[in-house]
């Protein structure tokens, strides 16, 4: 069974691209929980958050970085937004292939459910 996310970061899933580059991809959530939510992902696959090693610091950065530039372009730099890393059962990671999520445009409870 093929990885979805590197199914869409070939174009061969469709996806709405909000960002890419030669490394990074950026699409919105299918099922979005709030306004404004998008995935930024590495177009290399990575199965999850604990695969990542020390040569993977740079890529984490962009993906980091660039999901704070999609954040300020979709208006939220002034009132806030939040991204997540989810990892493992208990986080409810669906998804194996690693993600950052952004969501904002709604007022985000602490702790998160
Ligand atoms: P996670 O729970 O962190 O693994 O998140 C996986 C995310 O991928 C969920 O928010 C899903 O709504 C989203 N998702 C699943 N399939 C697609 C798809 N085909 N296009 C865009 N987002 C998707
Ligand atoms: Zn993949």
Sequence with gaps: MPCLFCEIAGGRIPAKVAYQDDTVLAFHDINPQGPTHILVIPRRHITS??????????????LVRR??????????????FRLVFNAGEDAGYSVYHVHLHLVGGRRLSWPPG
Aim: charged share 35%.
């Design 67 to 80: 999901a704070r530039d999609l954040a300020k372009q979709t208006g939220l730099g002034e009132r806030g």
């Design 49 to 62: 958050l604990m695969d990542l090693t020390e040569k993977d610091d740079v890529l984490v950065g962009n």
